[in-house]
């Protein structure tokens, strides 16, 4: 069995249409296919230029290759449990600031993907939306993303297409741009938190439900810190460490907390922030909180990463103090080097408003294909389009329009100026808001005070209003959506566009 007929990742009957002379590698329920054939858009859009690379740039380059792979999840008697990964890269790519990006992404799946490369703020030919910012990838093809990170900190990427099922099996990495550290840390922990939609035998459950995606989300029950469940992680006895915590999950909230140790949150969505003694942190999906702790001296001793957001506090994962005590002066949190962001001038700028609303409207979609084998093909699939609608932006659900054209931009920025977009929840349920091309100053929350910080994903509670500034200096249409990807996919995602 090769690699790549080996894997069968979505429980769905697969085949491969030969339609139109365009071979499309298909799955009833959607399809990795060239939507031009399909009448959409396909290569008929003109997607925005990627950037010149300096012929003088210093360039880091990986192959990522998006494949099934096999992993032991839930362990032993039960099977390993196929998985979507990248693979011929690590699955953690450390950049030094300053350093390009050049990743070509290998497409070994069954349908098409891209790489979205959350909470960097790069050019919008690299942004890796399909139909938005450049032509999906289809199987068998590749793609260059080339850019330089502006910013130091503690990214991921991900596809960003049928998201749900891609992401929710396992397709995502890390990328962390160093450079930030004043003072440099003993050990640099990198903590990848998701919830496996996986049961007891590791076989998956259905990745997205009606009921869930209608309300909170559909959980898994397979908590995982970098794939395994309540990990120990050996670090130095007294040592300084950093733990980059990312919530990779779809659909779990963490409050992360640290018990047995002080800690303070030193960067937020990899953005640095003055040094804050750590209570609990609120991290929904795709958001990130960087910590800085000394460990305790004597070998041995563990401390707990905990998860709060649960009836019962939950261990995600433990530190265990190892070797010869490191003999360092007290401990005092040390700040990052301050983030090079520019500065929203909130005073004068223009507000959006953007009510986050439950939709009862119905997707205008056009009916499925039916295809020479009898089997269906949906075009809203085909053009990421939301098969089911429950959520909307202003009223709007994603896709406002027909499926022969994007939804037009819910706002345009004028290119240079602040934007202030206040966001306000009209939903019983938390919604973190995520912004594409641009990291954002949270500034205001009905709620309360808010310590001011920079972000790429906001957390949204119901009936609450937070506040948000940007410089709009990136153009481009980007996109702007729920990061609960069952919300994002069924109706809460909408287009803004700088210019
Ligand atoms: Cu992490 Cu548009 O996504
Ligand atoms: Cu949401």
Request: proline share 9%; aromatic share 8%.
């Amino acid at each position: 069995m090769s690699r790549l007929s080996g894997h069968q990742p979505i429980n769905r009957r697969r085949a491969i249409l030969s339609l139109g002379g365009v071979v499309l590698g298909a799955s009833l329920g959607y399809v990795g296919g060239n939507a031009l054939a399909l009448g959409g858009k396909g290569d008929k859009q003109t997607y925005p230029a990627a950037p010149d690379m300096p012929a003088d740039a210093t360039v880091h380059k990986e192959t990522l290759t998006a494949i099934g792979q096999s992993r032991q999840l839930v362990p032993a008697p039960a099977p390993a449990t196929n998985i979507l990964g990248y693979t011929d890269g690590p699955t953690i790519i450390r950049l030094r600031h300053g350093e390009w990006l050049e990743a070509t992404l290998n497409n070994r799946l069954q349908e098409h993907t891209t790489i979205h490369w959350h909470g960097i703020r790069l050019p919008n030919a690299m942004d890796g939306v399909p139909y938005l910012t450049q032509a999906p990838v289809m199987p068998g093809d590749s793609f260059t993303y080339r850019f330089q990170p502006p910013d130091t900190g503690t990214f991921f990427f991900h596809p960003h297409c049928n998201t749900v099922e891609q992401l929710g099996h396992g397709l995502a990495g890390i990328l962390i741009v160093e450079g930030d550290e004043e003072r440099p840390h003993d050990h640099d922990l990198v903590c990848v938190y998701r919830d496996w939609r996986v049961d007891k035998d590791g076989k998956y459950q259905p990745m997205m439900t009606d009921a869930g995606a209608s309300k909170a989300g559909t959980f898994g029950d397979h908590r995982t810190i970098n794939d395994q469940v309540q990990p120990v992680f050996k670090v130095p006895s007294g040592g300084d460490i950093r733990v980059r915590f990312l919530n990779v999950d779809m659909s779990r909230v963490v409050d992360l907390g640290v018990v047995g140790a002080d800690a303070w949150v030193i960067a937020t969505d990899g953005n640095p922030l003055p040094p804050q003694k750590l209570k609990s942190w609120r991290l929904g999906p795709a958001m990130r909180a960087d910590l800085t702790l000394r460990m305790p001296k004597e070998a041995g001793t563990r401390i707990q990463l905990v998860n709060y957001y649960s009836a019962q506090p939950i261990v995600m994962a433990e530190l265990e103090a190892d070797g010869t005590p490191l003999d360092k002066p007290a401990f005092e949190p040390a700040a990052l080097k301050p983030a090079a962001i520019p500065e929203p001038q909130i005073d004068g700028a223009e507000t959006f408003t953007l009510r986050l609303s439950a939709s009862s409207a119905p997707a205008q979609l056009p009916p499925d294909l039916v295809l020479p084998d009898g089997s269906t093909l949906r075009y809203a699939d085909a053009l990421c389009l939301s098969p089911k609608t429950f959520w909307a932006f202003n009223g709007q659900p994603w896709p406002s329009a027909s499926h022969e054209v994007l939804p037009p931009p819910l706002v345009t920025f004028k290119r240079g100026k602040t934007a202030v977009i206040e966001i306000i929840n009209q939903t019983p349920h938390i919604h973190p808001i995520h912004v594409h091309g641009h990291t954002f100053k949270v500034f205001q929350s009905s709620k309360g005070d808010v310590i001011p910080h920079w972000a790429d994903t906001t957390i949204v509670a119901p009936k609450e209003r937070v506040k948000i500034a940007f410089v709009a200096d990136n153009p481009g249409d980007w996109m702007i959506h729920c990061h609960i990807i069952e919300h994002q996919e069924t109706g809460m995602m909408g287009i803004f566009r700088v210019a």
